[in-house]
């Protein structure tokens, strides 16, 4: 059976019967049905995932399907899932439904702060297409179908952003749109140049691997595309572009975005950085840390500053994007699986607090963490939730981040202590700014514009609920998500050609 | 010296579910919680059915280590695969963690049973008992994880516990403050811990305690696998996060801002169990840190330090809960001095910390009796002559008093004596300063109790006091009488240091109870002056009811020794800075310059501008144009 086609398709095929059916309450139906269905296979499809298969070169990528789409270039539609494919596609599919239904009123200008009412159809068919290239985008085998992705998961959401956010929406539209498409031509250059410079007559990426042998070459491509993704993920300085994009855009587009999108960059370093251009991988390492623990600090501090919940939530993604390329970058399989693992993490953790907070903000029409307080005393699920969240955010343990962030760590400091302790410093800012979020929000004396503020009504019980049971999965229980990804990760790293650091021998040893 | 026995894997018997201890009260936790309103009838009930069973299964699975030859007192419960290849989960019962187990689940259940009454009249009684209830998870999983980063999930656990309870009431603004900056403060405490941990395992491969015993870590050291300066830092690190959880110099002061919390709180976290973790981690860590004596000095050095700025502070407290946490991180002070001895000492740090456990908590719970008849008032210079109506309440505080100050025979005077003169004998200076804390401790404690239960009534108007039920009192009644004799028990025949060897080793030669030595002569006669010079100014002279202004010494203790003034100044303002500044550059600096380069590229900023406010199609068009380049690129290629 085709998977990954079909797990494409399903959603197009949503999409197009959105589009079409009468009612909008009927559009809403269809699009949870058909999300919930792409969920269903993929749950069927990741239970035929053999991960011990990782570990050989022909069966890296399972469920693989590899057609010639333009013959004359090499240009194929291949597409296939490793192990850190697999998490990010089950990620996606798990986010989408609750998007969804998080998202129910969003579209039809009910809410407090909410733009006119816009064409709920079109908002929902969105939904589903941007779900489609976002799982087509992590299974591509080819590179150019990556590319073409990567570009094209542009334009659903701009639309999502300007035309169903904020107040400042064409703005925030038109900055995320420039910085991507500015990224996407210098990664496009790079594409060509690697399909020419490459001369294997494929853009298929397992043919690609160590095709390119010259240092100064690997160094020029490898900036092509590390600049893409460290703006896409974002890396600080490339950053400014996202807290206007998040605030601005509806809380479930922002999910998507912060949740899903950004992680193509990070992902896009791990499998194409590193395995593509080693030696200028390895060259460029001290660059990308120093870049990664300014952003980690950086992020938290500005964070902390903050005086509107979703911009906060961004900035704090920021931090947590500078932990996910320290853990790319470190080279260990602790560090690179951890990346992984956060990737998925950060995905639940972020999407909660986004969309409790656009809970908040639809009754009370205000992103302002000023306009709110004491909200704990009367709406208490809401609060509790919100802090689960921002525990997970914050990496505490028995909490899902909090694995991965320790492995992050724990597997840089094996190779950079140093850097590995600058960002641990990032353990005290999480505290301070997702706390004080909290309790400028939540504690002290019920603000008077939220006393009448209703707690999570059946629809957002559910939205928040898996969520909350993911967090907290995966917080006890990690080692089945990383049992899939290691394989996976030692396998990138094998292409890398690193000596494994000192205590990897000792581990034998020591167990 | 002898050095502790191997860990054997796997156990039948209770033991061999004895992580049940932890499984039962977080469940119970669980279901308080997700349960909600429909739970509030009887979710006490099953928070305190909770932590009994925990306390039944801890007692039976101590008999079954008694049971037990004294080599194979060390059993390590494998649970399930966490991080693969690095930690996994599992319980370790040994006699340092039953120990704890014993303490935390027999005064966490009396605390549970007090709370009845104590919350009666609490809307959200449920949803404290079941943050209890996750608090006695996460403090038996600190205790009984049998790796470092088990033991950090529980560190970082009651962290959250006590941040949920400082903050229970946490429409006070001074409730919410006070839980988040006890939560921030130990997370710098955190910081260290987890660099530790990093630490060991690139040193050692393993975060497993049957890997880096004291064997191991020479072992390791000889070999040349790690250096004498990691271990040194490994030591230090582990220091710094002792310090945050047990409140010690320099990360303190969170402690006397946590008594916002809800007194059954105050007594459980931040006076019996909570706070001694750090205690117990450096005594678990015995192997790195016998090995590290420049670390050992240090903790020694933190510990004296914060034993007499705690007392300090005690001796200027008005509000008899802040005077209380004054002496708890005193007498912790005395725990992490006696840890930093090594074996000789761990067997005395920890005998300190089960009484202190006691008569604290008893102390505690006392202060929240009173304060439940004194409509919660806390300043004891509203207090005074509640012993006639109060008899039970003022006749077990007396207890703890008299345990605390270390008079003879009482628990307190075994166990602080035992510190006293192993300190003693490490260093003279150590010694007596920890002789002249006891004899502030005599002092302190005593204007408690004059001010409390004795002199003249300078109650409020509205006061009506009256003898707590019988729910509260009985807690009080059995914490007393371990006040009294529980010290006699552990130290007298080394029972104690006997029954720790097997987990933490012990010295060569048991240590002999002398019964009037000369430091322990001299520590009667301190406190018996410092009990003195209270009762002349607080027993026999009329206490006024507003402070007066005191020497600058009485300012500076009231200002508990200027440490929030400190964090204040080198850290909070800065950082106020530094954030608003990384703001206003991040707003600025970064996007100002990426705007203006779009403009000076654009023309004008005009044009920029109109680029931004609307014609969402040209954008689509755009990237069609994007793709059409792409396409004529590859067409171009394709003809070479």
Redesign the interface.
């Known amino acids: 059976m085709p998977w990954l086609s079909t797990l494409m398709a399903v959603p197009v095929l949503g999409a197009v019967g959105v589009s079409l059916v009468k009612s909008d309450r009927l559009a809403k139906q269809v699009a949870l049905a058909v999300s919930l269905a792409v969920l269903a296979l993929t749950l069927l499809m990741t239970l035929q995932f053999d991960p011990s298969l990782g570990a050989s070169k022909e069966t890296r990528f399972q469920f693989a399907e590899v057609y010639e789409w333009i013959p004359r270039f090499g240009v194929h539609y291949g597409v296939g899932v490793d192990g850190i494919a697999l998490v990010l596609i089950a990620l996606s599919a798990v986010l989408v439904p609750i998007v969804i239904l998080a998202s129910w009123h969003d579209a039809d200008g009910s809410g407090a702060e909410a733009p006119p009412k816009r064409s709920v159809k079109t908002y929902f068919a969105l939904l589903l297409v941007l779900e489609a290239m976002m799982i087509g985008v992590f299974a591509a085998t080819d590179v150019f179908l990556f590319y073409v992705f990567f570009e094209a998961m542009l334009i659903p959401m701009y639309f999502m952003i300007g035309s169903y956010g904020g107040v400042q929406r064409s703005y925030a539209a038109v900055k995320f749109l420039l910085y991507s498409l500015f990224g996407g031509l210098l990664m496009l250059v790079a594409v060509i140049a690697l399909y020419v410079i490459g001369d294997k007559g494929t853009f298929m990426f397992p043919e690609l691997v160590g095709v390119i042998q010259d240092p100064t070459t690997q160094k020029w491509l490898f900036l092509g595309f590390f600049i893409a993704f460290a703006v896409k993920a974002p890396l600080w300085p490339f950053h400014t572009w996202l807290p206007d994009a998040a605030a601005q855009a509806p809380a479930g587009a922002a999910v998507l975005l912060v949740g899903v999108l950004d992680k193509v960059g990070t992902y896009g370093m791990l499998r194409f950085c590193l395995e593509l251009f080693p030696e200028a991988s390895k060259f460029f390492t001290p660059l990308v840390i120093v870049l990664a623990v300014v952003g980690i600090v950086y992020g938290a501090i500005v964070a902390i500053g903050q005086t509107d919940m979703k911009r906060l939530i961004a900035y704090t993604s920021i931090s947590h994007f500078g932990f996910i390329a320290l853990g790319v970058f470190a080279m260990t399989t602790d560090a690179g699986a951890g990346a992984t693992l956060y990737m998925v993490n950060h995905g639940f953790s972020t999407g909660a607090l986004f969309l409790i907070a656009g809970f908040l903000i639809y009754r009370r029409g205000s992103g302002r963490i000023a306009d709110y307080g004491g909200v704990q005393k009367v709406a208490p699920l809401m609060a509790g939730t919100f802090l689960i969240a921002g525990l997970s955010g914050l990496s505490l343990p028995g909490l899902s981040s909090f694995v991965s962030e320790f492995m992050v760590l724990i597997g840089t400091y094996e190779r950079h202590p140093v850097p590995a302790i600058i960002a641990t410093s990032g353990v005290v800012l999480a505290a301070v700014y997702i706390l004080w979020m909290y309790q400028r929000t939540m504690t002290g004396p019920t603000a008077e514009s939220v006393k009448a503020l209703p707690d999570l009504n059946l629809r957002e019980k559910w939205v928040v609920g898996p969520l909350v049971a993911a967090i907290i999965a995966l917080g006890f229980f990690p080692s089945p998500a990383l049992d899939v990804i290691n394989p996976a990760v030692d396998h990138a790293l094998s292409n890398v050609h690193i000596n494994p650091p000192a205590v990897a021998e000792k581990k034998g040893a020591g167990q | 010296m002898e050095s502790p026995a191997e860990i054997i894997q796997h156990s039948g018997g209770v033991i061999g579910v004895s992580w049940l201890m932890i499984a039962l009260p977080l469940l119970g936790a669980a279901i308080l919680?997700l349960g909600g309103r429909r739970t509030d009838r009887w979710g006490h009930r099953l928070a305190i059915g909770m932590s009994v069973t925990a306390f039944l299964i801890a007692v039976i699975s101590f008999f079954e280590l008694l049971g037990l030859p004294e080599d194979e007192r060390r059993r390590a419960i494998a649970l399930?695969?966490?991080?693969?290849?690095?930690a996994d989960m599992g319980v370790l019962i040994d006699p340092l963690s039953i120990s704890f187990a014993l303490l935390i689940t027999g005064v966490g259940s009396l605390i549970h049973i007090y709370s009845i009454g104590y919350m009666a009249h609490d809307p959200d009684r449920r949803r404290f008992f079941s943050y209890l209830n996750l608090f006695v998870a996460a403090m038996l999983l600190l205790v009984l994880a049998d790796n470092y980063?088990g033991l950090?999930?529980g560190?970082?656990?009651v962290g959250?516990a006590s941040?949920l309870l400082i903050?229970f009431w946490?429409?006070?603004?001074s409730?919410?403050?006070a839980?988040?900056k006890a939560?921030?403060v130990n997370?710098?405490g955190?910081?260290g811990l987890?660099?530790a941990?990093?630490?060991v395992?690139?040193?050692?491969?393993?975060v497993?305690f049957d890997?880096l015993s004291g064997t191991a870590v020479g072992e390791a050291l000889k070999t040349g696998?790690v250096s004498q300066g990691s271990l040194t830092a490994i030591g230090l690190l582990l220091l710094l996060g002792a310090c945050g959880k047990s409140a010690q110099l320099p990360l303190q002061s969170w402690l006397l801002d946590a008594m916002e919390g809800p007194t059954p709180v105050s007594a459980l976290i931040h006076a019996a169990t909570m706070v001694t973790a750090g205690v117990y981690l450096v005594v678990r860590s015995g192997g790195f840190f016998e090995a590290a004596p420049t670390a050992q000095l240090v903790v020694t050095i933190v510990g004296v330090v914060t034993l007499l700025a705690g007392a300090i502070i005690g001796c200027a407290k008005d509000d008899i809960k802040k005077g209380l946490a004054g002496s708890t991180m005193s007498q912790i002070g005395y725990m992490m001095l006696a840890a930093g001895l090594g074996p000789v000492g761990y067997a005395f740090a920890i005998a300190h910390l089960i009484t202190h456990g006691f008569f604290k908590a008893n102390m505690f719970l006392g202060a929240g009796s009173v304060m439940h008849a004194m409509n919660d008032e806390v300043d004891m210079r509203r207090y005074g002559g509640l012993y006639p109506v109060m008899k039970v309440t003022a006749i077990t505080f007396i207890i703890g008093y008299l345990a605390i100050i270390g008079f003879p025979l009482l628990s307190g005077y075994f166990t602080k004596d035992g510190i006293i003169e192993a300190a003693m004998e490490h260093s003279s200076v150590l010694g007596w300063l920890a002789v002249l804390g006891a004899g502030i401790t005599g002092f302190y404690m005593s204007r408690m109790i004059f001010m409390t239960f004795f002199g003249g009534r300078r109650w409020a108007d509205d006061a009506h006091p009256h003898e707590s039920p019988s729910v509260m009192t009985v807690p009080l009644i059995v914490l007393s009488v371990g006040s009294v004799f529980l010290g006699a028990f552990l130290i007298l025949g080394n029972r104690l240091m006997l029954f720790l060897a097997p987990a933490v080793g012990r010295p060569e030669e048991l240590p002999a109870f002398h019964a009037f030595s000369g430091p322990g002569l001299a520590t009667l006669v301190l406190v018996a002056a410092g009990a003195a010079f209270a009762w002349v100014r607080y027993g026999a002279a009329e206490v006024p009811l507003v402070a007066p202004r005191g020497s600058f010494l009485t300012a500076f203790a009231r200002r508990d020794l200027y440490g929030d003034a400190l964090n204040e100044a080198l850290f909070m303002r800065p950082?106020q800075w530094?954030?608003?500044i990384?703001?206003f550059f991040?707003n600025r600096g970064?996007?100002g310059l990426?705007n203006g380069l779009?403009a000076a590229i654009g023309g004008t900023s005009g044009r920029l501008r109109r680029?931004?406010?609307?014609y969402?199609r040209s954008?689509?068009l755009?990237?069609l144009f994007?793709?059409a380049?792409?396409v004529g690129?590859?067409l171009y290629?394709?003809n070479m």
């Open positions: 919680l399930y695969r966490f991080i693969p290849g690095m980063v950090f999930i560190w970082e656990g959250l941040y903050g946490q429409f006070k603004p409730a919410a403050t839980a988040k939560f921030i997370r710098v955190d910081f987890l660099i941990i990093f630490t395992w690139t040193g050692f491969g393993s497993a890997k696998q950082g530094l954030t608003r990384a703001v991040d970064i996007d990426v779009a680029v931004q406010t609307g969402v954008y689509a755009s990237i994007g793709a380049v792409v690129a590859l290629v394709g």
